[in-house]
């Protein structure tokens, strides 16, 4: 099934399909929900819940973003983490959960940290797939900043096929050369969403603290060819006290469930067991 949803006068993009236990997937930027589609589909016992954050796949970008948190380049609005955890709730709200299970990739690990903080007592487990509590580094903040002046200058789509290429790791492209154009066709974002979302990353809070109150079974999953989070960022989930089952996938890129469903979804079920008891 397919929805809309409203949060702080945006209207909000969502799917859910199956029965089951509900588990919320959230996406990486700068894709959508369809991100997670692979890996759904080898899932059973499960109601996947799956919206697009503000500014992605068929969500609008709302009004309001807030401007001069980002000191690299100060009028740039910015979609705050702490924004798209208020639309999670919303959406959590909307379908009437109490809890849930949750997952999240890079950007959407970010949410679920911020979640974390603020409604710890509906999150019944935390999975992260290619996602890290660390802030960004200088040479992050460098990189934001550059990604923002392309999308001002015109260069969106320089900047989409970059992603493209670089996120989808090598082995992944090698076996499967088609899944660039592929990730690439569900990267839509407006220019002024790419500044905001760019400029929201660079914002983000030190999460590493947080780990370290995360009573909820944690599950990580880190891509071996990751270069956006690498293994060593992501074994700082080990320690959350509510015990977090980590796997390295080394022929994994960035997209990892999105490259290897079949393998992914192995790591998954048999977390995912313990909460259909």
């Given at each position: 099934?397919?929805?809309?949803?409203?949060?702080?006068?945006?209207?909000?993009?969502?799917?859910?399909?199956?029965?089951?236990?509900?588990?919320?997937?959230?996406?990486?930027?700068?894709?959508?929900?369809?991100?997670?589609?692979?890996?759904?589909?080898?899932?059973?016992?499960?109601?996947?819940?799956?919206?697009?954050?503000?500014?992605?796949?068929?969500?609008?970008?709302?009004?309001?973003?807030?401007?001069?948190?980002?000191?690299?380049?100060?009028?740039?609005?910015?979609?705050?983490?702490?924004?798209?955890?208020?639309?999670?709730?919303?959406?959590?709200?909307?379908?009437?959960?109490?809890?849930?299970?949750?997952?999240?990739?890079?950007?959407?690990?970010?949410?679920?940290?911020?979640?974390?903080?603020?409604?710890?007592?509906?999150?019944?487990?935390?999975?992260?797939?290619?996602?890290?509590?660390?802030?960004?580094?200088?040479?992050?903040?460098?990189?934001?900043?550059?990604?923002?002046?392309?999308?001002?200058?015109?260069?969106?789509?320089?900047?989409?096929?970059?992603?493209?290429?670089?996120?989808?790791?090598?082995?992944?492209?090698?076996?499967?050369?088609?899944?660039?154009?592929?990730?690439?066709?569900?990267?839509?974002?407006?220019?002024?969403?790419?500044?905001?979302?760019?400029?929201?990353?660079?914002?983000?809070?030190?999460?590493?603290?947080?780990?370290?109150?995360?009573?909820?079974?944690?599950?990580?999953?880190?891509?071996?060819?990751?270069?956006?989070?690498?293994?060593?960022?992501?074994?700082?989930?080990?320690?959350?006290?509510?015990?977090?089952?980590?796997?390295?996938?080394?022929?994994?890129?960035?997209?990892a469930a999105y490259e290897q469903p079949q393998r992914v979804a192995s790591l998954f079920a048999p977390w995912l067991r313990r909460f259909q008891v």
């Open positions: 099934m397919k929805g809309t949803y409203s949060s702080d006068g945006a209207a909000l993009a969502l799917s859910d399909s199956g029965a089951g236990l509900p588990v919320v997937f959230l996406h990486p930027t700068p894709l959508d929900h369809d991100y997670w589609r692979p890996l759904i589909a080898e899932l059973a016992g499960v109601r996947a819940i799956g919206p697009d954050f503000r500014g992605h796949g068929q969500s609008e970008l709302g009004t309001g973003l807030p401007v001069g948190l980002f000191a690299r380049v100060p009028d740039a609005p910015v979609l705050t983490i702490t924004q798209l955890a208020s639309d999670i709730l919303a959406l959590l709200d909307h379908l009437h959960l109490p809890n849930a299970v949750f997952a999240g990739c890079s950007i959407g690990g970010y949410v679920l940290l911020e979640l974390w903080r603020r409604i710890p007592d509906r999150m019944r487990g935390l999975a992260f797939v290619c996602s890290k509590p660390q802030p960004d580094t200088e040479t992050n903040l460098a990189k934001r900043a550059e990604n923002i002046a392309k999308a001002r200058t015109g260069e969106a789509a320089q900047f989409f096929d970059g992603m493209a290429r670089t996120l989808a790791g090598p082995t992944a492209r090698a076996r499967r050369p088609e899944i660039v154009s592929e990730v690439l066709a569900r990267m839509t974002l407006s220019p002024e969403a790419i500044v905001a979302v760019q400029a929201g990353l660079a914002t983000r809070p030190d999460s590493v603290p947080t780990v370290a109150t995360i009573t909820a079974p944690v599950l990580a999953i880190a891509g071996g060819e990751d270069g956006a989070v690498s293994a060593a960022e992501m074994e700082a989930f080990k320690a959350a006290p509510g015990g977090c089952v980590y796997h390295l996938l080394a022929d994994a890129g960035h997209f």
